[in-house]
């Protein structure tokens, strides 16, 4: 297996698309993010739409696996989608270790073939309302660090981070720990992404709205088509 970070495959990919674009509707190609919230998801329609990838919600902390998650998973497979899982981080109540390896052996695990995106790290407020889990800058640091790492040694891929800049810059202290290895998926519903967390100087995937023509969370890819396969073959 090829180890490299989606970082420096992008970058790499964003300074060659120049010599060879893309037709303009497949620049920053466009795709959703869902969960077994959504209920019935029509992946031919999602296609027919121009509609190129999409991230699956697979597991929550260490005691949930969605529901829809195999067959979403299937179905996006066979609409030709380019496709990947993500877990929604719960830091309070188990190490990120223990999280990463529930999610790989829940629907998080990946395989250079060109339509598997790295496993993503959903990290943002807490739904039970401490905003932070009860940690500490530097323990939220440590509990990311010890997730990618855990992920990145099963993979040969650090997983994508996604989260608000709020957030990160709340709950981390801004770290710039994982600039140069993680690739970054910024939440952000306006029509600018707006600052990015420390260290970044671009986001890979951009979430610009909850809602809109297709079901789930509205998002965009940062390039070509080619980009975001190339992403996919780590």
Same mark, same amino acid.
């Given at each position: 297996?090829?180890?490299?970070?989606?970082?420096?495959?992008?970058?790499?990919?964003?300074?060659?698309?120049?010599?060879?674009?893309?037709?303009?509707?497949?620049?920053?190609?466009?795709?959703?993010?869902?969960?077994?919230?959504?209920?019935?998801?029509?992946?031919?329609?999602?296609?027919?739409?121009?509609?190129?990838?999409?991230?699956?919600?697979?597991?929550?902390?260490?005691?949930?696996?969605?529901?829809?998650?195999?067959?979403? /998973?299937?179905?996006?497979?066979?609409?030709?989608?380019?496709?990947?899982?993500?877990?929604?981080?719960?830091?309070?109540?188990?190490? *990120?270790?223990?999280?990463?390896?529930?999610? &790989?052996?829940?629907?998080?695990?990946?395989? *250079?073939?060109?339509?598997? &995106?790295? *496993?993503? #790290?959903?990290?943002?407020?807490?739904?039970?309302?401490?905003?932070?889990?009860?940690?500490?800058?530097?323990?939220?640091?440590?509990?990311?660090?010890?997730?990618?790492?855990?992920?990145?040694?099963?993979?040969?891929? /650090?997983?994508?981070?996604?989260?608000?800049?709020?957030?990160?810059?709340?709950?981390? *202290?801004?770290?710039?720990?994982?600039?140069?290895?993680?690739?970054?998926?910024?939440?952000?519903?306006?029509?600018?992404?707006?600052? &990015?967390?420390?260290?970044?100087?671009?986001?890979?995937?951009?979430? /610009?709205?909850?809602?809109?023509?297709?079901?789930?969370?509205?998002?965009?890819?940062?390039?070509?088509?080619?980009?975001?396969?190339? #992403?996919? &073959?780590?």
């Amino acid at each position: 297996m090829k180890v490299s970070t989606g970082l420096l495959t992008l970058s790499a990919v964003l300074a060659s698309s120049n010599a060879s674009p893309t037709p303009a509707k497949r620049d920053n190609p466009q795709g959703v993010d869902i969960s077994a919230y959504q209920g019935t998801v029509d992946f031919d329609s999602l296609v027919a739409n121009g509609l190129s990838f999409v991230y699956i919600k697979a597991t929550e902390g260490t005691t949930y696996v969605d529901e829809n998650f195999s067959d979403y /998973y299937e179905g996006a497979t066979n609409a030709g989608l380019i496709r990947g899982g993500y877990h929604f981080a719960h830091p309070s109540s188990s190490s *990120g270790a223990t999280q990463a390896n529930y999610f &790989l052996a829940n629907g998080g695990g990946w395989s *250079g073939d060109g339509i598997t &995106l790295p *496993g993503a #790290l959903d990290i943002e407020y807490n739904p039970s309302g401490d905003e932070c889990y009860g940690l500490s800058a530097s323990q939220m640091v440590s509990w990311v660090q010890d997730f990618s790492d855990t992920y990145y040694s099963n993979t040969g891929v /650090y997983p994508v981070i996604y989260t608000t800049t709020d957030w990160w810059t709340t709950c981390t *202290g801004n770290s710039a720990a994982f600039a140069s290895t993680n690739p970054l998926w910024i939440a952000r519903y306006s029509s600018s992404i707006g600052t &990015l967390p420390a260290g970044w100087g671009y986001t890979t995937f951009w979430q /610009y709205a909850d809602s809109g023509a297709n079901p789930g969370d509205q998002d965009e890819f940062n390039g070509s088509l080619q980009g975001l396969k190339n #992403l996919a &073959l780590g």
